[in-house]
């Protein structure tokens, strides 16, 4: 015992020596790291795009280093080097430092992670002469650096080549050569095999992320897939195009986001989210270099996506996209690259495998004329494309690529009998701003709803077959809850096939129907209560404090199964207008049971069947029934706008008069006077939209 003691003393003595050559690492990075070669070469592998730029060719050995881990107790990496036919630690200086163990049970190992739960280090290879290996970390134990062996490599029999642990449990995983994804108890050396995860090879690189995802690496293809480890059928979804090599094995701190909050560099698509758009859907995405190879003339990225990309320029339309027809693209390519392309055209909001339209083209630096045919079994109406330019010709449409760029397009596609006219323009929108305390004029910020809007009408001959609602939720300075529709006025609902109706808000398909049942008009609820649609930390979406908060895009596709004659039918702005959501209290002339009777359209539009008449005229409202005036007061004030412009809203508590000194004038004219008030803000005063 006391010839153990000496010899810990001595090697405690030597390891304290070799740690002060290198520092540890400053933080819990997001970004994975990765050796490769017969003489280590370290990586830095971004998960989110796959691309690995070389951090060190020289690691101060000159063999491999493999069974790689990151410690988030001290921030070192470690690893079994093979030259010193030991463990090594890493620090920031990406050198090797031997750490003499005590009972190193000889030879090399491949396999080995860090415990997130535990400080100690744990190594693996199969066969009756090695095993599984525990080696604590922790300085200050009497048991540092003494290797203890759990079980025999032959109870133990796993063909894997790398192993990491869950963060949040003492379990570490890893997938074997034939796929099977493999659950192993550290503290008993035994496994449970989870299922088979449909990808097959030798997965030299595995990691997880803080959210308990696990990630593994392919060696021949550098294939990072990912797999949800808590699924009862886990199953390995390609994630990202990572580096390929011989030789690998990876490691990465467990307990870090998968991408940083202020990281810049991915360059995400912007089709709705069903489409695939953020990291948890695996969305289409890029590390993209401005210098490099991109669409168009201009390439940014976010850590997360936005819901309009103003890079998005590489693709126009030379022709329109018409059933049956060919259609003419010009690709703009910033350097020679491959083009890969999907449209839906089933409108299923999804790019389906049998979707795919341009196929690993090749293009130059420049211009690129690309033509291709519309299926004649495409839908009619506005759909969803996406264009990936890479280095490489094979890409799928979502996940992460190390270079390129993604472009999202919404077009609208035609049959050669149809026609479509748009309000206010096929790529423009309308301003929408109301005031919830009707009948009283209250604070008058018109920022209680403020929606960007648009219009379509299909038409074929004469006849209106659909239309199309869409915009965006620009802002809710509202306590009370509004819900936001569209009124048809002289549009009987029955008119409607309400079987065909499609309705998204936030890029989400909505399960009930939207057109207002009981109602002999057809309305529609675009967004049943605004109030719910989004999430902030402000007591309001984006108001004071709150401004940069994403928009929030609806659409509703309104088709007739009963044709109406455009001499008739509603067409252009249509009615928009708020109401009041049942079971939530707006005021005192609101009956909490039937709020819906409650309504605020624009000026001199009529309300609603479903409105209470028996509200015109109290307080504020100046209405006149048999004049046509609604929802103005005794100055013409309204309490609903129509603006043209993507409009800049007042802040909370803000007047409308105070934010638009010249709006005053123009609504005591009647319109007459100063047309452009909209465009002369009080810019401390507004929201800029």
């Not at 996506?305 to 339309?317: H, I, N, R, T, Y």
């Not at 479509?420 to 910020?445: F, H, K, N, R």
């Amino acid at each position: 015992m006391k010839r153990c003691q000496i010899l810990r003393s001595l090697f405690l003595g030597i390891a304290s020596l070799s740690a002060q050559a290198g520092e540890p690492f400053n933080s819990c990075p997001s970004k994975a790291f990765l050796v490769q070669d017969t003489t280590a070469r370290l990586y830095g592998v971004n998960l989110v795009s796959g691309n690995a730029p070389e951090l060190t060719s020289d690691m101060g050995t000159n063999s491999k280093v493999n069974g790689f881990g990151f410690s988030v107790h001290d921030r070192y990496l470690y690893g079994w080097g093979y030259e010193a036919g030991s463990l090594v630690r890493i620090g920031v200086d990406y050198q090797v430092e031997p750490l003499s163990l005590i009972n190193n049970p000889g030879g090399n190992y491949y396999v080995g992670d860090v415990s997130v739960q535990e400080n100690a280090y744990y190594f693996y290879k199969k066969g009756a002469s090695s095993g599984l290996y525990r080696v604590p970390l922790d300085e200050t134990s009497s048991e540092y650096l003494e290797v203890s062996k759990i079980t025999d490599g032959s109870a133990l029999n796993l063909t894997i080549f790398d192993f990491a642990f869950h963060p949040d449990t003492h379990l570490a995983y890893s997938v074997d050569k034939n796929g099977d994804l493999h659950r192993i108890d550290v503290n008993s050396g035994t496994s449970i095999s989870l299922g088979n995860v449909g990808q097959s090879g030798t997965f030299g690189a595995v990691y997880f992320d803080v959210e308990g995802t696990f990630y593994i690496s392919r060696n021949k293809d550098g294939h990072i897939f990912r797999i949800n480890v808590a699924n009862s059928n886990p199953t390995a979804e390609l994630f990202a195009l990572g580096p390929n090599s011989g030789n690998n094995d990876g490691a990465r701190c467990a307990t870090a986001p998968l991408i940083d909050e202020d990281d810049t560099a991915i360059d995400f698509g912007d089709a709705p989210t069903s489409y695939g758009l953020t990291l948890a859907d695996n969305g289409a995405r890029h590390e993209f270099d401005a210098t490099g190879l991109y669409l168009g003339s201009i390439v940014n990225g976010e850590s997360t996506p936005k819901a309009v990309d103003d890079s998005d320029d590489g693709v126009q339309f030379i022709t329109g996209l018409e059933v049956g027809l060919d259609t003419l693209m010009l690709v703009t390519s910033s350097s020679v690259g491959y083009l890969n392309a999907w449209f839906d055209w089933n409108q299923n909001g999804e790019f389906d495998n049998s979707e795919q339209a341009v196929i690993s083209k090749s293009l130059v630096a420049g211009e690129n004329h690309i033509l291709l045919e519309v299926p004649n079994n495409a839908l009619v109406g506005s759909t969803w494309m996406r264009f990936r330019v890479t280095e490489n010709p094979t890409v799928t449409a979502n996940g992460g690529v190390s270079n390129g760029e993604v472009e999202d397009y919404q077009q609208n596609i035609t049959d050669p009998g149809m026609s479509t006219t748009y309000y206010p323009g096929a790529s423009s929108w309308v301003s929408l701003a109301y005031e919830d305390l009707w009948p009283e004029t209250g604070d008058y910020d018109f920022n209680d709803v403020v929606l960007n809007y648009r219009t379509t009408v299909n038409k074929v001959g004469s006849n209106v077959i659909r239309y199309v609602i869409e915009g965006e939720l620009n802002a809710v300075g509202a306590g009370y809850h509004n819900g936001f529709a569209v009124r048809f006025k002289n549009l009987p609902s029955g008119y409607v096939n309400t079987s065909l109706i499609r309705h998204e808000i936030g890029g989400v398909i909505q399960s009930g129907i939207a057109l207002e049942s009981g109602r002999s008009e057809a309305i529609l609820i675009v967004i049943p209560d605004t109030k719910t649609v989004y999430s902030s930390a402000c007591t309001y979406f984006r108001t004071n404090g709150c401004e940069s908060d994403p928009k929030i895009s609806f659409k509703i596709t309104l088709p007739l199964s009963t044709f109406i004659d455009s001499s008739i039918a509603p067409l252009g702005l249509l009615d928009p207008f708020i109401f009041a959501v049942n079971g939530f209290a707006h005021g005192d002339y609101v009956n909490i049971n039937n709020a819906r009777s409650w309504e605020v359209h624009l000026k001199n539009k009529e309300p609603t069947e479903a409105f209470d008449l028996n509200l015109l005229t109290l307080e504020d409202d100046a209405s006149n029934v048999e004049s046509g005036f609604y929802y103005q007061t005794e100055n013409g004030l309204p309490w609903a706008m129509e603006v043209g412009v993507n409009w800049s809203h007042p802040k909370e508590n803000v007047d409308l008069i105070i934010a638009y000194p010249l709006f005053n004038s123009f609504a005591r004219s009647s319109g007459v006077d100063n047309s452009l008030w909209f465009n002369s803000p009080d810019s401390s005063k507004v929201i800029n939209n």
